[in-house]
């Protein structure tokens, strides 16, 4: 019997560590990997908090929609800015692709 709660133990704990797909839409520019995950996106798919993954480390930033407070209008595309850290300071998301601070450009890669 313990050898069985033994097995049974190790088995779930050792389901925690598998690495999980992406789920959403994955952006690559040489060796750099960027998945972003809107954070409880409001009825009209906006939301005020991103989790941003890159090259499978996550961390969690602010949003912005306008084009950045200037009267001139937004490139065409342009859907929101990630206000990140350096390189990804901002992150530009258009429909098609995303736009470093660097204006590295990631393509779908998944």
């Not at 190790?10 to 925690?16: A, C, E, G, K, W």
């Not at 991103?50 to 009267?71: C, E, H, I, P």
């Not at 995303?98 to 204006?103: F, R, V």
Request: hydrophobic share 40%; charged share 25%; aromatic share 12%.
């Amino acid at each position: 019997m313990k050898k069985i709660l033994l097995l049974v133990a190790v088995t779930f704990s050792n389901v925690s560590f598998a690495i999980e797909n992406a789920e959403g839409t994955v952006y690559c520019h040489g060796k750099t990997v960027v998945e972003y995950r809107l954070i409880n996106p409001e009825k009209d798919g906006t939301a005020s908090d991103v989790d941003l993954t890159v090259n499978g480390k996550t961390k969690r930033f602010m949003t912005a929609y306008s084009w950045f407070g200037s009267n001139q209008a937004a490139p065409k595309g342009f859907k929101f800015a990630i206000i990140g850290e350096k390189q990804f300071d901002p992150l530009l998301v258009f429909n098609d692709y995303l736009e470093d601070a660097k204006k590295n450009k990631y393509k779908q890669c998944n």
